[in-house]
């Protein structure tokens, strides 16, 4: 069930927008699905040098996302992904190349240098000389650095220590099989995920001597799966401690509607002209990245001006109150405990793409607000059972039955009100006058008075109409 819970693409830096609805047209996608699409992309290239201090503590915290996309099969999930993240798959495929060349001359040298070995123990010097020739040779041992490409498939333990393995590295995790990745011991990799979002560090030894040291570590997670199969997963009594662990409060969840069936195409090319200039936006960042890395240069400290730090600490004690027992946030106090954090890591990544100066402002907060209470309201679809639907629901379908059943089915178009009220199944006026009016809005039955005042049930004879039914409630934030 697709509950009511429009992205709100308003919120979104004009660049970002531009991308989102790009990527709307050409791969026919929900706005949420793209949305969520150039947001990774986002998260994965700004978050190597940046970070945002948050007003309340005054910490420095990485400005990565994780996300998790519930969608069927043949909503566009991959389609959008390749084109918001092209821009990113073009640095780690030109990183590749370039390691390519670095590994060939590494074998040349490690050939040499293998030789020379080989001449100091064929040398007729001393035991104790040849030992201190072979300790001064193995410093000068050729090294080749690990080919650092900003996304990888692979979340095991080891394959994100070593992708992490160091100071401030960065690493993107783009999962678009979700199936692959909760049926391989994926409550084993919580406590890692979980500690890489907060950036702190992440260690790993073996037996074999292997050991793993990632410092500061920038990480951005996004997870696709298909609707049966995450619902398979919470189901699993094993799997029922994952939100009890933080990893779902962490991640930011989407379920867009379905576009299937509505997905109209015509000779037209869609344009990408704002696409295009979101992935030179991106490529720019990216270049930047690489001129820190390579000079070693201090991170980038983002920090809220005045007007923004008191505005997001007015929204994270307004979710302080939310989240007390018996208010509207109460169910998802796990995900609004964290929520302001995440807007002010959106904020960064919103003051970044837009090529802001200085500080952030209260506007690009507000922005990050209305996005994350987006997903506020997409974690209570995932993870909170709707209210139990009004009585009049259940009690106009029996009383629409009823009808069919007793008098329209045998060609009668109207029947005596009271006659209904004392024969039929809704028994009582407080029962029987709501569920009668429930008909009448959809279109049903519609009511005559006769000139003795007695009330008649008439069957509308062209029924296009169901009946209306309560519309969701859905938690609004202010």
């Known amino acids: 069930m697709n ?56 910490s420095a915290r990485p400005c990565g996302l994780y996300q998790l996309i519930v969608a069927a099969a043949g909503e566009g999930k991959t389609p959008a992904y390749e084109l918001a993240m092209k821009a990113i798959r073009e640095h780690d495929a030109s990183a590749r190349a370039q390691h390519d060349v670095q590994r060939k001359h590494h074998r040349a040298q490690m050939e040499v240098w293998v030789n020379q070995k080989r001449l100091l123990l064929t040398n007729d010097a001393g035991d104790a000389e040849v030992v201190e020739r072979l300790q001064r040779h193995y410093e000068t041992e050729p090294v080749i650095t690990k080919c650092r490409s900003l996304v990888s498939q692979d979340i095991s333990e080891r394959a994100v220590l070593e992708a992490l393995n160091g100071s401030g590295r960065s690493l993107g995790i783009i999962c678009d099989e979700g199936k692959i990745l909760l049926k391989d011991s994926f409550q084993e990799k919580v406590g890692v995920m979980n500690a890489a979002w907060s950036g702190s560090a992440l260690q790993l030894e073996r037996a074999n001597g292997v050991r793993l040291n990632a410092q ?34 962490r991640c930011l969840p989407c379920v867009p509607q379905s576009k299937q069936g509505y997905r109209w195409r015509d000779a ?49 004690n307004n979710y302080e109150v939310l989240i007390q027992p018996h208010n509207a946030g109460y169910a998802i106090r796990d995900f609004l405990s964290k929520a302001a954090e995440q807007i002010a890591r959106i904020a960064a990544l919103f003051h970044v793409i837009s090529a802001q100066p200085g500080k952030i402002t209260a506007d690009t907060v507000e922005r990050a607000r209305v996005l994350v209470e987006y997903y506020a309201n997409e974690f209570t679809k995932m993870f909170v059972p ?48 709501p569920a009668l009016n429930a008909l009448i809005s959809a279109g049903k039955v519609w009511l005559h008075c006769d000139e003795k005042r007695k009330v008649f049930i008439f069957r509308y004879v062209n029924q296009v109409q169901s009946v209306v039914q309560q519309p969701p409630m859905m938690y609004q934030f202010q």
């Open 3 to 58: 509950l009511i819970n429009a992205y709100p693409s308003s919120a979104l830096p004009d660049i970002t927008r531009g991308a989102v609805e790009d990527i709307v047209n050409v791969a026919k996608v929900s706005p949420g699905l793209a949305g969520a699409a150039v947001l990774t992309a986002m998260s994965v290239a700004i978050q190597r040098g940046i970070k945002i201090v948050l007003p309340s503590t005054q």
């Open 216 to 249: 500061d570590p920038r990480v951005t997670m996004s997870i696709m799966v298909q609707p049966d199969v995450w619902t398979e997963y919470l189901t699993k009594r094993a799997n029922t401690s994952i939100r009890g662990s933080g990893l779902l409060s």
């Open 268 to 316: 037209s090319v869609p344009t990408r002209h704002r696409l295009d200039a979101f992935h030179d936006r991106i490529r720019e960042i990216l270049l930047q990245g690489d001129a820190r890395e390579e000079s070693r240069s201090d991170e980038v400290l983002l920090e809220f001006d005045a007007d923004a730090a008191q505005r997001w600490l007015d929204i994270g």
């Open 386 to 433: 709707p209210p139990p639907p009004p009585a009049w629901i259940k009690d106009s379908h029996v009383l629409d039955a009823y009808l069919y059943r007793a008098y329209w089915s045998s060609g009668m178009v109207m029947v005596p009100k009271n006659d209904v009220l004392r024969s039929g199944p809704v028994r009582g006026r407080d029962r029987f006058e």
